[in-house]
C-alpha cells in the first residue's frame, strides 16, 4: 500500500490480508498469532506463527506489525480509498510520460512479460501506438501478446535492435539486474524507466 503497489494484485495472488484482519478471522476459532517473519515476497509479506489457545509468550514482532497497521488505518475503509487514489495517480503520471514521449518522436517498449506487467499494462490502456513492444527472456512468451493490449512480445536481441529511447521496466523489483543486462542501450541514449510508485527514472 504504501508503495501504490497494485500492480502485484492478479489472478495467483487477489487476496492480500492484513495481520488484523487475519486475528479477527483466528481469535474466534480459539488461534492466535504468537510470531511472524516479515517476508520481502511482492513487496511485503508475513509468515506467521499460530497456536491453539492463547500463547503464553507473543513476540515483540507481532506487537510491532499490529501497531502499524493500525498507525495506517488499515482496519479503516477509508484507507483503501486514499490507496484507490494513489493509484489513478500513478496511472495518470504513466499516461502523460506516454503520451509526452509520443509527442516528442520518442520510442518506448517495456521489458518483462510478467503477470504484473500485464496488469499495469492493461489498467493504464496502453497499447502498440504507446508502446512498441515488450521484450522479455521467456521463450514461451516470445512471439505472443500481452493480453488485452495486443503488444507484441520479442526477444531482448529484438527489443534492442529497435534501439528505444524509453525501456520501460514492468517487474520492477528486478530493475537493477535488468538494466545490467540491457546496459548496451545506454551507448544511444536510451533512458530506463519504473513507473510504480510513480514515473523514475533509472540511473
Not at 521489458?111 to 527472456?137: H, P, Q, W
Given at each position: 500500500i504504501s508503495q501504490v503497489q497494485f500492480d502485484t494484485i492478479y489472478h495467483e495472488h487477489f487476496s492480500y490480508l492484513s495481520l488484523l484482519a487475519v486475528e479477527s478471522a483466528l481469535e474466534?476459532?480459539?488461534?492466535?498469532?504468537s510470531d511472524l517473519e516479515i517476508l520481502n515476497t511482492h513487496g511485503g509479506s508475513l509468515r506467521l506463527f499460530v497456536s491453539r489457545g492463547?500463547?503464553?509468550?507473543?513476540?515483540?514482532?507481532?506487537?510491532?506489525?499490529?501497531?502499524?497497521?493500525?498507525?495506517?488505518r488499515m482496519e479503516q475503509f477509508s484507507a483503501y480509498r486514499e490507496f484507490g487514489a494513489k493509484v489513478n495517480e500513478?496511472?495518470?503520471g504513466f499516461q502523460h510520460f506516454l503520451e509526452d514521449a509520443k509527442a516528442r518522436g520518442k520510442s518506448v517498449s517495456?521489458?518483462?512479460?510478467?503477470?504484473?506487467?500485464?496488469?499495469?499494462?492493461?489498467?493504464?490502456?496502453?497499447?502498440?501506438?504507446?508502446?512498441?513492444?515488450?521484450?522479455?527472456?521467456n521463450p514461451h512468451k516470445q512471439g505472443k501478446y500481452m493480453p488485452g493490449t495486443d503488444i507484441p512480445i520479442v526477444t531482448p536481441e529484438e527489443m534492442l535492435s529497435t534501439k528505444p529511447d524509453y525501456i520501460v521496466i514492468l517487474p520492477w523489483n528486478l530493475s537493477t539486474e535488468i538494466i545490467h543486462e540491457l546496459s548496451v542501450a545506454r551507448s544511444w541514449g536510451a533512458q530506463f524507466i519504473t513507473a510504480i510508485p510513480e514515473v523514475r527514472r533509472c540511473r
Open positions: 474466534p476459532h480459539g488461534l492466535f498469532v492463547i500463547p503464553k509468550q507473543v513476540s515483540e514482532s507481532v506487537s510491532a506489525i499490529r501497531q502499524a497497521e493500525k498507525n495506517m500513478c496511472i495518470l517495456a521489458y518483462g512479460a510478467a503477470a504484473k506487467g500485464s496488469t499495469f499494462l492493461g489498467v493504464c490502456r496502453t497499447n502498440t501506438e504507446s508502446i512498441n513492444v515488450v521484450a522479455d527472456r
